[in-house]
């Protein structure tokens, strides 16, 4: 089975930019998770979608951040214009609730931003 | 708020050795869920093992196991018989469910290095 596909897997652009990534979760699961992972602050999550509208966007960092899903089967996060401090690892992940269990958060492989 | 503390920066272990990585966790809530997740230098984020708050026994995944101490509010990690490629960040989560956002709370992580 494929997992969550994300892309690209790395982004080196210039302040001001503006910088998309694209995730595609797996195939059935109707929960979809951004998450930025830095040094100082960890992992944390920026907008948590359920059955494509976004339900907790209350992480995302300010305005220039914007994401959508526009289907069950893709979605971007979208920064615009870039600055440096956002550069980071972006994890998208997904999951199907309610689970009627673990209600796992299955991760893809991340993209890395580069902000020069 | 909930909360995960990992007090374990760095562990090391030789090979074929079991090791214990901490994990504590801080909730008010009945139902949880916790999680921990393998991060290997490659970046990506690997589900590793999941405990209910109402499971009676302690998960299982082949050579891990997770230590849950309701009690305490512990949830540690054992990794028995040690391979190389187990060096990598360990991250220990708890699920957050509140009516408007589903997360997951992450730990810093404790780095673990298996030696020869």
């Known amino acids: 089975d494929a997992g969550v596909i994300q892309s690209p897997r790395h982004e080196v652009t210039e302040m001001g930019q503006e910088v998309t990534l694209r995730c595609k979760p797996i195939s059935g699961h109707n929960s979809l998770f951004w998450y930025r992972q830095t040094m100082m602050r960890g992992l944390e999550l920026l907008i948590y979608?359920?059955?494509?509208?976004?339900?907790?966007d209350s992480g995302m960092p300010e305005d220039r951040f914007s994401a959508k899903m526009p289907n069950a089967s893709f979605s971007t996060l979208k920064i615009q214009p870039s600055e440096p401090r956002d550069s980071a690892v972006y994890f998208c992940?997904?999951?199907?609730?309610?689970?009627?269990?673990?209600?796992?958060?299955?991760f893809g492989p991340g993209t890395r931003l580069t902000v020069l | 708020a909930q909360k995960i503390t990992q007090t374990q920066p760095g562990m090391f272990v030789q090979e074929k050795e079991a090791v214990t990585l901490d994990c504590t966790y801080d909730?008010?809530?009945?139902?949880?869920?916790l999680f921990w997740y393998k991060q290997p230098s490659s970046g990506e984020m690997i589900f590793l093992i999941y405990?209910?708050?109402?499971?009676?026994q302690n998960a299982t995944e082949g050579r891990y196991s997770l230590n849950f101490q309701k009690a305490r509010k512990s949830a540690n990690l054992v990794i028995s018989a040690s391979q190389l490629g187990d060096s990598a960040m360990y991250f220990c989560?708890?699920?957050?469910?509140?009516?408007?956002?589903?997360?997951?709370?992450f730990g810093t992580g404790t780095r673990l290095q298996v030696f020869p």
């Open positions: 989560a708890m699920r957050e469910v509140f009516y408007n956002t589903d997360k997951l709370i």
């Open positions: 992940a997904s999951s199907f609730f309610p689970g009627g269990g673990t209600d796992t958060q299955y």
């Open positions: 909730t008010s809530d009945q139902s949880y869920g």
């Open positions: 979608f359920n059955n494509n509208v976004p339900i907790d």
């Open positions: 405990q209910g708050s109402y499971d009676e």
